[in-house]
C-alpha cells in the first residue's frame, strides 16, 4: 500500500507523545493574555507568551475553552468550541501552554458525549458553556483488578490491571506511551476513583486515566496487512463489496436514501469489539431519535443493550459549530486508544459532509485562500490524515488489533462531485454508493452496484479461499457480471420490449431481477433478514447462480423463455425472511425444490 511506508515511519515508541500525552503529572505553567478582537468563534489574543499552534486556551470570565489556530507575530488566535456572545475586548485570556486533550480510561463505554469529551448525562442535551471540562475523570469509581509485577521493567502498553466496564469489555488498564523504567508500585485490588494513582513507573505516576492529544494519534509498533473482512450482516456489502478490518469505507447518499439506517444495522451486526458513533451536524431532534435506538438496540453477541460495548460523542446543528471539528478527532482517538488494548474497533461518523462544513466556516473567517466551492485548499489532507488513521497495526503491548472507519458523506442535492464526495471517493479503500432511485423503489439497503467498490476484494477472496470457501471471488464475479449485463440490456428492453431479447439475454434479466429480490435486498426490521450470516448469504447467492444455470441450459435445449418466466420463483425471494438468519442447509433445500420445477420443463 502507498501508505505503509510513511505511516511506518511515524509509528513505534519514538512517535509517543510528551507531557500530558504520556500520563505525567505536572506542575503547568499558566500564561495570560487580552482578547483584542472577536469574529464569532474566532478570537485573537495578544499577550500569551510560549504558547504554540493547537494549545487550548480559555477565554472571558466563563472560561470558554478554546484552540489556537494561527499566530502572527504577538497575536495569537484562536477558535472557541462554545457562544462567544458576550465576550468583549478586554477580556483575560489564559493558557497552560498544553495541547487540547481528553482524558482517556473507565467510564467511556455506554456513555455519550460531546466533541470535547464531555459527558452529556441528559442526551442531547448539551452542556452549559463553562471551563473546560474534557480533562475530567469520567463515571464513578471502578474496581480495579492488578496484574503486573513491582520491580519489573514496563514500557509503554504494558498492562497492570484491568477495570470489567462491560460483559463485552474487559478494560485494560496500561502505561501510557512514552514512560518506560521500573515498576516501583502497584496498587492492590478495590475501588479507585478515574483520577486515582494505581502504580508509579521509574519516577511517574500512573493514574487509572491519562490525557491523550487528540489532535496527535497514538503510537503503534507497526502497521500490518490488511487481510480478513469485517463482517456486517449485510448481503450486499458482505458478498459484493466487503470491508476489510481496518480499512476504510465511505457512504455517500443523499437526503432519504437511507444513510443512517444502514450505519446503525452495521453497528449493530458488525464483528467488531467497540463501536465509537460519532454524530455531528445534524438536527436535535434527530440525533435524538438515533440515541435513543442505540439504547434500544440488543447485542447479538451478549443479549444485552448495544450500549454496553458502544461509545457516543453527539455534536448537533444547534451546538456550537467548532466542536463539531473537533469531534471527529475524538472519536478516532478513543477508537486508538479501545485498539492499543488489543481491541477492533469501528468509528462510524455520520456524516463528513457537517465537519468539512464547520472546516469551511473557520477558514472563511481566518482568511484562509478558499477553492472549490469555498472549501480550504486543506480539506484533501485533512480528509487523508483522517483516513489515514484507520489500519491494522502491532500496539505497543505486542497484540494485533485494527481501527475501522465507516463514515457517511451527505452531498448537497446528491451531487456526488462536489468536493466532500469526490476527495473521499480518493482515500477510502470501500465506497457504498446509494442510490437515490433504489430508495424511491423502496429496495433497501440502497447502495447502487453500479458506483459501488471495494478496492480489496481481490485480497478478500484469497482470505475466503483461506478459510474455507474458495468459490467466493468467482461467486462474486459472476454475480457482477449479471448486474452489469443487465443494466445494459434494460435500457433496450424499455425500447424494443423484453419479449423482443434473444432468449438467453432474457434470461440474465430473469436472473438480475431474482438477485435484487433474494440476495440485494434486506430488511432492517425483519427478525430473520436484518442479519445474515456467512453461510446463508453464500447459499441465497448459490441458489440464483444455479437457477442462471439451469435456465440458461434448458435455452440451449430449445425451451423458450418465455415458459421459464413462469415458473414461480417466490419461494427464493421469500427465503431470505422466512429461512433463520444462519439456516444455510434450509436454503439449500428451497434451491433443490426451484432445480427440480426447472428440470421438469426439459424436453
Known amino acids: 500500500m502507498a501508505l505503509k511506508g510513511r505511516a511506518r515511519a511515524q509509528a513505534g515508541p519514538q512517535a509517543a507523545a510528551p507531557g500530558a500525552a ?54 495569537m488566535t484562536a477558535q472557541v468550541y462554545e457562544y462567544t456572545g458576550g465576550l468583549r475586548v478586554g477580556d483575560q485570556a489564559t493558557s497552560d501552554r498544553q495541547p487540547l486533550s481528553v482524558r482517556l480510561g473507565p467510564g467511556l463505554i455506554g456513555g455519550v458525549f460531546d466533541g470535547l469529551l464531555r459527558p452529556l448525562a441528559r442526551a442531547p442535551d448539551f452542556l452549559s458553556p463553562g471551563a473546560f471540562a474534557g480533562t475530567a475523570a469520567h463515571g464513578s469509581e471502578a474496581e480495579f483488578r492488578p496484574s503486573g509485577r513491582v520491580g519489573s521493567l514496563v514500557s509503554g502498553g504494558a498492562v497492570l490491571g484491568r477495570v470489567r466496564e462491560s460483559l463485552a ?23 479507585y476513583a478515574p483520577d486515582a494513582v494505581i502504580a508509579q513507573v521509574a519516577d511517574v505516576d500512573v493514574r487509572l486515566s491519562s490525557l491523550w492529544p487528540v489532535r496527535r494519534p497514538r503510537p503503534f509498533a507497526e502497521r500490518l496487512d490488511l487481510e480478513a473482512p469485517l463482517a456486517t450482516g449485510q448481503r450486499v456489502l458482505d458478498l459484493f463489496f466487503p470491508l476489510t478490518r481496518g480499512s476504510t469505507a465511505a457512504v455517500p447518499g443523499g437526503f432519504g436514501t437511507g444513510k443512517t439506517i444502514l450505519l446503525e444495522q452495521i453497528a449493530k451486526w458488525c464483528d467488531a469489539d467497540v463501536i465509537v458513533y460519532v454524530g455531528f451536524g445534524e438536527r436535535g431532534n434527530e440525533m435524538s431519535d438515533a440515541l435513543s435506538e442505540l439504547r434500544e438496540l440488543v447485542d447479538p453477541r451478549t443479549g444485552r443493550p448495544l450500549l454496553e460495548r458502544t461509545v457516543i460523542i453527539a455534536n448537533t446543528s444547534n451546538m456550537p459549530v467548532m466542536a463539531r471539528e473537533l469531534s471527529i478527532y475524538t472519536g478516532i482517538t478513543v477508537a486508538e486508544f479501545y485498539r492499543d488494548m488489543g481491541f477492533d474497533a469501528v468509528v462510524i461518523a455520520d456524516s463528513t459532509s457537517r465537519w468539512a462544513e464547520a472546516l469551511r466556516e473557520s477558514a472563511s473567517r481566518t482568511g484562509a485562500l478558499p477553492v472549490e466551492e469555498g472549501y480550504p485548499a486543506e480539506l484533501p489532507s485533512q480528509l487523508a490524515a483522517f483516513y489515514e488513521r484507520a489500519g491494522r497495526l502491532r500496539t505497543l503491548g505486542g497484540g ?28 477510502v479503500r470501500t465506497y457504498w454508493s446509494l442510490d437515490r432511485d433504489l430508495a424511491a423503489a423502496r429496495h433497501y439497503p440502497s447502495v447502487s452496484w453500479r458506483d459501488s467498490f471495494a478496492r480489496d476484494a481481490s485480497r478478500l ?9 474458495p468459490n467466493w471471488l468467482g461467486r462474486r464475479g459472476q454475480a457482477m457480471a449479471i448486474l452489469a449485463q443487465a443494466d445494459r440490456l434494460q435500457s433496450v428492453a424499455e425500447l424494443i420490449g423484453a419479449a423482443s431479447l434473444p432468449d438467453p439475454e432474457r434470461v440474465v434479466l430473469l436472473t438480475a431481477r431474482l438477485l435484487h429480490e433474494a440476495v440485494l435486498q434486506q430488511s432492517a426490521v425483519s427478525d430473520n433478514d436484518a442479519y445474515c450470516a456467512p453461510a446463508k448469504q453464500a447459499a441465497l447467492l448459490d441458489l440464483v447462480l444455479a437457477v442462471h444455470a439451469r435456465c440458461l441450459d434448458l435455452v440451449g435445449q430449445g425451451v423458450h423463455a418465455s415458459e421459464l418466466e413462469e415458473v414461480d420463483l417466490s419461494d427464493a425471494a421469500r427465503a431470505r425472511d422466512e429461512v433463520g438468519p444462519d439456516d444455510a442447509a434450509a436454503v439449500g433445500t428451497i434451491r433443490d425444490s426451484i432445480l427440480g420445477r426447472l428440470a421438469g420443463l426439459a424436453p
Open 22 to 75: 504520556s500520563g505525567r503529572v505536572e506542575s503547568p505553567v499558566t500564561v495570560e493574555g487580552t482578547i483584542v478582537r472577536v469574529n464569532g468563534p474566532m478570537v485573537e489574543i495578544e499577550g500569551l507568551a510560549g504558547v504554540s499552534l493547537a494549545d487550548l486556551v480559555e477565554v472571558g470570565p466563563g472560561r470558554l475553552p478554546g484552540e489556537v489556530t494561527g499566530i502572527r507575530g504577538a497575536i
Open 169 to 191: 469489555i474487559d478494560q485494560a488498564i496500561q502505561v501510557p506511551p512514552g514512560i518506560a523504567g521500573e515498576l516501583r508500585h502497584l496498587a492492590l485490588a478495590g475501588r
Open 400 to 427: 494485533d488489533a485494527t481501527v475501522s472507519i465507516i463514515a457517511s458523506v451527505s452531498p448537497p442535492g446528491g451531487d456526488k462531485t462536489e468536493p466532500v464526495t469526490s476527495h473521499t471517493r480518493r482515500f
Open 461 to 469: 477472496g484469497v482470505w475466503h479461499a483461506a478459510n474455507g470457501d
